[in-house]
């Protein structure tokens, strides 16, 4: 009798606490991480290990669905595997390691001369500082490509060779310097954003204390100010260090053209020339690499952390910088003209030039924008504003992005929701953790995750490549991470007893979540809405292995022209995505008036 | 929660709607007469009838020329537009068998290089089908009627610059392969082309006759690195050891060489009917080498089919007849109608200015060869790359 009565109360209280929106959503929402990031992962690992119809080309041994240890084979004890792997790995990690050094030297820099420092205009530079971060990774690269490229790959040379009279030397125009400096440019906003926040929040006491006791500057700095800021560097150190692993179009557009593979651009080659397994081992080495660092970073700052941010008062010093005022914003300003400015402007110029190497001003032309069909151009393509193709791949890259901010923003609110409510519950951590799984995961090898599990039907859905909507699946899983961080932080400051009240005056779940949750939480991740479109919009790496024809988006289109070299076609479309881009940014300030964070 | 039943909802109602409907395999050919179903003659005029019912058609095509016929077909056959879409061979079998397997039929057409895979990845389970146009069947060889239709047969060969050189200033393919030559020779990429996968696989089947040459051209007996199986690898590890440039495309090869204003122009391997950019960039001087040893230059195949399951299967007929062009290589078969590209029908003449098949030293690339050693091949060209 007892025990029955224990079970049913027993059960009333599991009938309770599952039936709370937030468990059911929380459930809900781990079902759909599992879906999204841990099955398509699993189904990657084992397709290493399997024959792949492809195979049937490389093997005559090979079983389409039968196991065999060949792929592992082929990669890293194969004759080719010092060609398609190790080699590879090496231009990846030193690519990757010099990127985050270099980024975080420019950041930092920056950083300090804007938040600790009396140089002038710094709300300008501050501003200006984050752009890069909104162009596309390899608006650079092409803008380099403009200026440097030399005749070794055919075609025109660039404008190097147009003031100097001499081909520019393959180390300059291609290879492991220019990825570097070029994505160095792009990334250094990361560590700007996470050094400038961690700076301000420095009682300048504490470094008038090492003052005091009579250590030098460069004591000051490395005892006291690096050790505080280091948490925020090494968060800036990977972020920036995962991103150019798995970046693709810049190690593409300025490593193939010398044979400098890194393994994101081997993977891309191994799919397209169809030996997919080799792919996705690739991919799972770039997934442990990312994996390691996390940890290893974990371990370091978990013993490490400082309060500075305590009950007395707080104030800032700025460090005069004397004589070096100028100089130093001119340093800024040269950084952000290298960054923005310049590359902008070498792209659109070149949008203009008939011939890609005559200089002169009757060369000007609008027909790469509005001109009609020309068989002596370009195999007779016409325009970008003309050409059906890039308009619509134009309108796919607009109904992608803006389609994946929404439901990625949505999602993002109610993992908040999960998160918030249920705090200390193992559901709300596994879905906060669990968001941030596909951060781990390289774009390139996230991409080529999606190839290997959609190309075939799994349980009911069926194979979904070519379709529009893997495109969604695909944008929405890798931006998660960020969605869910602002849904989290816009959702703890909503106050509980707002949603409580409505519970007492008896309104519904959904009601509650559209007249209350929604409203109060939307203006705070109207930021992550943004983040996520202009992620979108210039997304290349993450969806290259699964556009079809029919699923172009601009980004894509923009890749098709570099590789046919058509420069003017490329150029044009790049400027036409940092134009949709700052449109986007705009509308989106404008609607929420609230600014990117 | 009416929000996620909502989404529930519409990724269901999407899901199923991608799969677009699918007949019999029996069914459809019948349908499509296609097959062991195609009919003995066709009437353009009613195919066209038909055609315009389905609005259009769309072709994943090798060459980015798919405009130029597309715009011609569409001016002829009004009502039908031409979706055409220009992508490497390798990535229109990928997303042929993506299609297929996801039975998303997309393409209707497909117009491609590499007939070994073609055949053996595509035909050979199905995934394509041939169609030869009833009328076409008396002038087109039967070799270029099975196991598929070949459009053209395209060459490869030696190109040197005509500004510095009366004549080729290399007699032989082995010549490549001198001190005096090094960092000159370029070759394009076999892992982006894959008809200098088969250039390459020819000379490796024509071993004997490479090794022929090798005593011809440097008076000694030939003798093989530890590396290479025969003289055709041999010559492919010598040339790269040669520090040859590897070019992205043909196009990059022909402008290389033919760049007027060089001191010592490079000679590269690239497709014959590059020839036809002297036309519209008159500044380029270059011209194939004729009478390279052993041989001119490598014939391949260029296909074109039908796709299983395609939806618009009248107006793909359409455009594959159209493609075919007429006697005097107009009509669809235009912007092939160059020099170095050989065509099928024997009722065309050939362009201008070429020599006739019979007259060119050529091999033939065999697809059986070229599927059984052309992994091997690459294989070994990666291996040895700098």
């Given at each position: 009798?007892?025990?029955a009565?224990?079970?049913?109360?027993?059960?009333?209280?599991?009938?309770?606490?599952?039936s709370?929106?937030?468990?059911?959503?929380?459930?809900?929402?781990?079902?759909?991480?599992?879906?999204?990031?841990?099955i398509?992962?699993?189904?990657?690992?084992?397709?290493?290990?399997?024959?792949?119809?492809?195979?049937?080309?490389?093997?005559?041994?090979?079983?389409?669905?039968?196991?065999t240890?060949?792929?592992?084979?082929?990669?890293?004890?194969?004759?080719?595997?010092?060609?398609?792997?190790?080699?590879?790995?090496l231009h990846?990690?030193?690519?990757?390691?010099?990127?985050?050094?270099?980024?975080?030297?420019l950041?930092g820099?920056?950083?300090?001369?804007?938040?600790?420092?009396?140089?002038?205009?710094?709300r300008?530079?501050?501003v200006?500082?984050?752009?890069?971060?909104?162009?596309?990774?390899?608006?650079?690269?092409?803008?380099?490509?403009?200026?440097?490229?030399?005749?070794?790959?055919?075609?025109a040379?660039?404008?190097?060779?147009?003031?100097?009279?001499?081909?520019?030397p393959?180390w300059?125009?291609?290879?492991?310097?220019?990825?570097?400096?070029t994505?160095?440019?792009?990334?250094?906003p990361?560590?700007?954003?996470?050094?400038?926040?961690?700076?301000?929040?420095?009682?300048?006491?504490?470094?008038?204390?090492?003052?005091?006791?009579?250590?030098s500057?460069?004591?000051?700095?490395?005892?006291?100010?690096?050790?505080?800021?280091?948490?925020?560097?090494?968060?800036?150190?990977?972020?920036?260090?995962?991103?150019?692993?798995?970046?693709?179009?810049?190690?593409?557009?300025?490593?193939?053209?010398?044979?400098?593979?890194?393994?994101?651009?081997?993977?891309?080659s191994?799919?397209?020339?169809?030996?997919?397994?080799?792919?996705?081992?690739?991919?799972?080495?770039?997934?442990?690499?990312s994996?390691?660092?996390?940890?290893?970073?974990?371990?370091?700052?978990?013993?490490?952390?400082?309060?500075?941010?305590?009950?007395?008062?707080?104030?800032?010093?700025?460090?005069?910088?004397?004589?070096?005022?100028?100089?130093?914003?001119?340093?800024?300003?040269?950084?952000?003209?290298?960054?923005?400015?310049?590359?902008?402007?070498?792209?659109?110029?070149?949008?203009?030039?008939?011939?890609?190497?005559?200089?002169?001003?009757?060369?000007?032309?609008?027909?790469?924008?509005?001109?009609?069909?020309?068989?002596?151009?370009?195999?007779?393509?016409?325009?970008?504003?003309?050409?059906?193709?890039?308009l619509?791949?134009?309108?796919?890259?607009?109904?992608?992005?803006?389609?994946?901010a929404?439901v990625?923003?949505?999602t993002?609110?109610?993992?908040?929701?999960?998160?918030?409510?249920?705090?200390?519950?193992?559901?709300?951590?596994?879905?906060?953790?669990?968001?941030?799984?596909?951060?781990?995961?390289?774009?390139?090898?996230?991409?080529?995750?999606?190839?290997?599990?959609?190309?075939?039907?799994?349980?009911?859905?069926?194979?979904?490549?070519?379709?529009?909507?893997?495109?969604?699946?695909?944008?929405?899983a890798?931006?998660?991470?960020?969605?869910?961080?602002?849904?989290?932080?816009?959702?703890?400051?909503?106050?509980?007893?707002?949603?409580?009240?409505?519970?007492?005056?008896?309104?519904?779940?959904?009601?509650?979540?559209?007249?209350?949750?929604?409203?109060?939480?939307?203006?705070?991740?109207?930021?992550?809405?943004?983040?996520?479109?202009?992620?979108?919009?210039?997304e290349?790496?993450?969806?290259?292995?699964?556009?079809?024809?029919?699923?172009r988006?601009?980004?894509?289109?923009?890749?098709?022209?570099?590789?046919?070299?058509?420069?003017?076609?490329?150029?044009?479309?790049?400027?036409?995505?940092?134009?949709?881009?700052?449109?986007?940014?705009?509308?989106?300030?404008?609607?929420?008036?609230?600014?990117?964070? | 929660?009416?929000?996620?039943?909502?989404?529930?909802v519409?990724?269901?109602?999407?899901?199923?709607?991608?799969?677009?409907?699918?007949?019999?395999?029996?069914?459809?050919?019948?349908?499509a007469?296609?097959?062991?179903?195609?009919?003995?003659?066709?009437?353009?005029?009613?195919?066209?009838?038909?055609?315009?019912?389905?609005?259009?058609?769309?072709?994943y095509?090798?060459?980015?020329?798919?405009?130029?016929?597309?715009?011609?077909?569409?001016?002829?056959?009004?009502?039908?537009?031409?979706?055409?879409?220009?992508?490497?061979?390798?990535?229109?079998?990928?997303?042929?068998?993506?299609?297929?397997?996801?039975?998303?039929?997309?393409a209707?057409?497909?117009?491609?290089?590499?007939?070994?895979?073609a055949?053996?990845?595509?035909?050979?389970?199905?995934?394509?089908?041939?169609?030869?146009?009833?009328?076409?069947?008396?002038?087109?060889?039967?070799?270029?009627?099975?196991?598929?239709?070949?459009?053209?047969?395209?060459?490869?060969?030696?190109?040197?610059?005509?500004?510095?050189?009366?004549?080729?200033?290399?007699?032989?393919?082995?010549d490549?392969?001198?001190?005096?030559?090094?960092?000159?020779?370029?070759?394009?990429?076999?892992?982006?082309?894959?008809?200098?996968?088969e250039?390459?696989?020819?000379?490796?089947?024509?071993?004997?006759?490479?090794?022929?040459?090798y005593?011809?051209?440097?008076?000694?007996?030939?003798?093989?690195?530890?590396?290479?199986?025969?003289?055709?690898?041999?010559?492919?590890?010598?040339?790269?050891?040669?520090?040859?440039?590897?070019?992205?495309?043909?196009?990059?090869?022909?402008?290389?060489?033919?760049?007027?204003?060089?001191?010592?122009?490079?000679?590269?391997?690239?497709?014959?009917?590059?020839?036809?950019?002297?036309?519209?960039n008159p500044?380029?001087?270059?011209?194939?080498?004729?009478?390279?040893?052993?041989v001119?230059g490598?014939?391949?195949?260029?296909?074109?089919?039908?796709?299983n399951?395609?939806?618009?299967?009248?107006?793909?007929?359409?455009?594959?007849?159209?493609?075919?062009?007429?006697?005097?290589?107009?009509?669809?078969?235009?912007?092939?109608?160059?020099?170095?590209?050989?065509?099928?029908r024997?009722?065309?003449?050939?362009?201008k200015?070429?020599?006739?098949?019979?007259?060119?030293?050529?091999?033939?690339?065999?697809?059986?060869?070229?599927?059984?050693?052309?992994?091997?091949?690459?294989?070994?060209?990666?291996?040895?790359?700098?």
């Amino acid at each position: 009798m007892q025990m029955a009565a224990s079970f049913k109360v027993w059960a009333n209280r599991f009938r309770f606490r599952i039936s709370r929106p937030h468990v059911v959503m929380g459930i809900l929402l781990l079902v759909l991480l599992v879906a999204l990031v841990i099955i398509p992962f699993l189904r990657m690992v084992h397709d290493t290990a399997v024959w792949q119809e492809a195979d049937t080309r490389i093997s005559r041994a090979a079983k389409p669905g039968e196991w065999t240890a060949f792929h592992y084979l082929r990669v890293f004890s194969g004759r080719l595997s010092a060609v398609i792997f190790y080699r590879p790995l090496l231009h990846s990690l030193e690519t990757s390691l010099a990127i985050s050094f270099l980024a975080m030297a420019l950041g930092g820099l920056l950083a300090w001369l804007v938040v600790r420092t009396d140089m002038p205009f710094r709300r300008a530079v501050a501003v200006f500082a984050v752009i890069p971060y909104v162009l596309p990774s390899y608006t650079l690269a092409l803008a380099w490509l403009d200026f440097f490229k030399n005749e070794r790959v055919g075609g025109a040379a660039g404008i190097y060779q147009y003031l100097f009279g001499a081909p520019t030397p393959d180390w300059l125009a291609y290879g492991f310097l220019p990825i570097v400096i070029t994505l160095s440019l792009h990334y250094y906003p990361f560590t700007y954003l996470l050094l400038s926040g961690a700076l301000v929040s420095i009682d300048a006491h504490m470094e008038e204390c090492g003052e005091v006791l009579g250590a030098s500057r460069f004591t000051i700095l490395r005892r006291i100010t690096f050790p505080i800021v280091l948490p925020a560097l090494l968060s800036a150190f990977i972020l920036t260090f995962s991103r150019a692993l798995g970046t693709f179009g810049t190690p593409y557009f300025l490593g193939a053209p010398v044979r400098y593979f890194t393994l994101s651009t081997t993977i891309y080659s191994n799919i397209v020339n169809r030996t997919p397994a080799v792919a996705y081992i690739s991919a799972l080495v770039l997934i442990l690499i990312s994996m390691f660092i996390l940890y290893a970073n974990q371990r370091l700052i978990g013993s490490k952390s400082f309060v500075t941010i305590a009950g007395k008062g707080f104030r800032h010093r700025l460090t005069p910088l004397g004589k070096f005022r100028y100089p130093a914003f001119f340093l800024a300003f040269g950084l952000i003209l290298l960054g923005v400015f310049i590359p902008l402007f070498l792209l659109a110029w070149q949008t203009l030039m008939l011939y890609p190497n005559d200089y002169s001003l009757k060369n000007l032309t609008l027909h790469f924008w509005v001109g009609k069909s020309d068989p002596a151009l370009a195999e007779g393509e016409s325009g970008i504003l003309r050409n059906l193709q890039v308009l619509g791949a134009a309108w796919n890259s607009l109904e992608l992005s803006v389609l994946v901010a929404l439901v990625t923003g949505l999602t993002g609110i109610f993992i908040g929701y999960v998160a918030v409510k249920g705090r200390k519950t193992w559901l709300a951590a596994m879905v906060e953790q669990g968001s941030f799984l596909p951060y781990l995961i390289p774009s390139i090898a996230f991409g080529a995750i999606y190839l290997s599990l959609f190309t075939q039907p799994v349980g009911p859905i069926p194979s979904l490549y070519g379709s529009f909507f893997l495109l969604v699946l695909v944008c929405m899983a890798k931006n998660l991470p960020f969605s869910a961080r602002s849904g989290i932080s816009s959702m703890l400051q909503v106050a509980g007893e707002l949603e409580e009240s409505a519970v007492v005056a008896g309104a519904s779940w959904a009601k509650r979540f559209w007249k209350i949750i929604l409203p109060l939480t939307l203006t705070g991740s109207i930021s992550g809405f943004i983040l996520v479109f202009i992620a979108t919009m210039r997304e290349l790496s993450l969806i290259i292995l699964l556009v079809t024809p029919t699923t172009r988006t601009l980004t894509t289109m923009t890749f098709r022209y570099v590789e046919q070299g058509y420069a003017q076609f490329a150029d044009a479309i790049i400027v036409l995505i940092v134009l949709i881009v700052v449109a986007g940014e705009f509308i989106a300030r404008r609607l929420g008036k609230r600014e990117i964070a | 929660m009416k929000t996620r039943f909502f989404v529930l909802v519409l990724v269901t109602l999407l899901s199923f709607g991608l799969a677009s409907p699918s007949w019999g395999q029996d069914e459809w050919l019948k349908k499509a007469e296609l097959g062991s179903y195609a009919p003995a003659s066709v009437d353009e005029k009613q195919l066209y009838e038909k055609a315009k019912g389905e609005k259009e058609v769309a072709i994943y095509s090798y060459s980015s020329r798919v405009h130029q016929f597309a715009k011609t077909f569409e001016a002829q056959y009004p009502g039908i537009k031409v979706k055409g879409f220009d992508m490497d061979s390798a990535e229109i079998v990928t997303k042929v068998l993506a299609e297929q397997k996801a039975k998303n039929y997309v393409a209707d057409v497909i117009f491609l290089k590499d007939p070994a895979t073609a055949q053996n990845e595509l035909l050979a389970k199905g995934h394509i089908l041939t169609y030869v146009p009833p009328d076409l069947k008396t002038v087109i060889p039967e070799r270029f009627q099975k196991p598929f239709l070949t459009h053209h047969v395209s060459l490869d060969a030696l190109v040197y610059n005509t500004e510095v050189n009366k004549k080729s200033p290399v007699a032989s393919l082995w010549d490549l392969t001198r001190p005096e030559w090094k960092s000159k020779v370029l070759f394009p990429d076999p892992l982006k082309m894959p008809e200098f996968v088969e250039f390459l696989s020819t000379v490796v089947q024509r071993a004997e006759e490479m090794e022929k040459e090798y005593q011809r051209v440097f008076g000694k007996p030939f003798q093989l690195s530890k590396d290479s199986k025969n003289a055709g690898y041999e010559w492919i590890l010598r040339l790269l050891k040669n520090d040859a440039v590897i070019s992205g495309s043909t196009n990059d090869v022909s402008n290389a060489v033919g760049q007027p204003g060089q001191q010592k122009p490079p000679v590269g391997i690239t497709a014959f009917s590059r020839l036809r950019d002297k036309e519209k960039n008159p500044k380029l001087a270059f011209d194939v080498a004729y009478d390279l040893g052993p041989v001119t230059g490598v014939a391949t195949g260029v296909v074109v089919a039908v796709v299983n399951q395609a939806r618009h299967f009248n107006a793909a007929k359409l455009l594959v007849r159209w493609m075919m062009g007429d006697e005097k290589g107009e009509r669809g078969y235009k912007p092939y109608f160059v020099l170095g590209n050989i065509p099928t029908r024997t009722d065309m003449a050939a362009p201008k200015g070429s020599k006739p098949l019979k007259d060119l030293n050529v091999w033939a690339a065999d697809p059986k060869y070229v599927w059984d050693h052309g992994q091997e091949v690459r294989d070994f060209w990666l291996s040895n790359l700098k």
